[in-house]
């Protein structure tokens, strides 16, 4: 269950083919990488780089982003990029992750998503 995202954002900024060819691969990504996300104690962005040409960012491993690595790596002038670092604000992180898909330095598409507690016996 997706509790809030910034696909909207990006659709107002950039051509209809980029954008459709970003929410394609966006929906794809967290369709196979959401699921099975474990909570954190920290605020932590679970990300991956878009890869065009081999999908490696469908199967290599998703990266810890902290704020300060946000802040560090990306474009915080980007309305995206300071969406995200809302989403670490505002999300809880022993309930919830999370996950997102970087474009480039100013396009992160990320969700916050409800975790999965694992039950043991």
């Not at 051509?15 to 954190?40: C, K, L, N, Q, V």
């Not at 040409?53 to 491993?61: C, E, I, Q």
Request: proline content about 4%; overall charge neutral.
């Amino acid at each position: 269950m997706r509790v809030r995202t910034n696909v909207r954002c990006l659709f107002s900024d950039n051509s209809h083919h980029i954008m459709e060819e970003r929410r394609r691969a966006y929906s794809a990504f967290m369709t196979i990488r959401s699921p099975g996300m474990a909570p954190t104690d920290q605020p932590i962005a679970h990300l991956q780089f878009f890869d065009g040409k081999g999908a490696s960012h469908m199967s290599g491993p998703l990266i810890a982003f902290t704020r300060e690595n946000v802040v560090a790596e990306f474009d915080i002038e980007s309305d995206l990029v300071r969406w995200l670092l809302n989403q670490m604000s505002t999300y809880e992180p022993t309930r919830q992750s999370i996950v997102g898909l970087v474009f480039d330095r100013s396009t992160i598409l990320s969700d916050v998503i409800v975790t999965q507690l694992k039950k043991t016996l």
